[in-house]
T-cell receptor, first 109, second 116 residues
Framework: GQNIDQPTEMTATEGAIVQINCTYQ??????LFWYQQHAGEAPTFLSYNVLDGLEEKGRFSSFLSRSKGYSYLLLKELQMKDSASYLC??????????FGGGTRLMVKP | GAGVSQSPSNKVTEKGKDVELRCDPISGHTALYWYRQSLGQGLEFLIY????????KSGLPSDRFSAERTGGSVSTLTIQRTQQEDSAVYLC??????????????FGPGTRLTVL
């Protein structure tokens, strides 16, 4: 079966750094995606990892460890507009995306 | 170019009625996906179309749910005899290819379905 876990909610302060973790157990693995979803809007692509290590893209970085079934999304220099849900999704061997429940991040002044 | 579009944006219906939700994928995208998202929850996979292949219907929750994709482009998700638990946001996504590891999915704005 497919199982993807991430914290339900997190709170952080503007200007700080926050790390959102995701652990997965899937029948296959063809890469891991992070999406951002603002309330009432469609998810938008943030990052993709298929090899172990860190992928950096501006204020956002994503890390993957395939042996541990673990990923994290790192957000630096938090801004109020970063308040959103962050969805971890695994592309299994069938090229389907299985999503976690999402982490709702609240950035406070 | 245009992104994924869905219609209607909102749909309120009475329990027991049938509803049709429409998705227009990005032109040239061969793969199309339907998801359901209940309030505050993650995305639940419903059905997936790839080109002319038979669709993967493994995520459909009951036989009241069906979907078609005509001409490899527009898709319609039909829910028959709607129930209150069908209330959710229905999201459609498309991707350029479905094979290979990198198949970034582009999402539409969703249809918010409310069953009274």
């Amino acid at each position: 079966g497919q199982n993807i876990d991430q914290p339900t909610e997190m709170t952080a302060t503007e200007g700080a750094i926050v790390q959102i973790n995701c652990t997965y157990q899937t029948s296959g693995f063809n890469g891991l995606f992070w999406y951002q979803q603002h309330a009432g809007e469609a998810p938008t692509f943030l990052s993709y990892n298929v090899l172990d290590g860190l992928e950096e893209k501006g204020r956002f970085s994503s890390f993957l460890s395939r042996s541990k079934g673990y990923s994290y999304l790192l957000l630096k220099e938090l801004q109020m507009k970063d308040s959103a849900s962050y969805l971890c999704a695994v592309n299994n061997a069938g090229n389907m995306l299985t999503f976690g429940g999402g982490t709702r991040l609240m950035v406070k002044p | 170019g245009a992104g994924v579009s869905q219609s209607p944006s909102n749909k309120v219906t009475e329990k027991g009625k049938d509803v049709e939700l429409r998705c227009d994928p990005i032109s040239g995208h061969t793969a199309l996906y339907w998801y359901r998202q209940s309030l505050g929850q993650g995305l639940e996979f419903l059905i997936y179309f790839q080109g002319n292949s038979a669709p993967d219907k493994s995520g459909l929750p009951s036989d009241r749910f069906s979907a078609e994709r005509t001409g490899g482009s527009v898709s319609t998700l039909t829910i028959q005899r709607t129930q209150q638990e069908d209330s959710a946001v229905y999201l459609c996504a498309s991707s350029l290819v479905a094979s290979g590891p990198y198949n970034e999915q582009f999402f539409g704005p969703g249809t918010r379905l409310t069953v009274l």
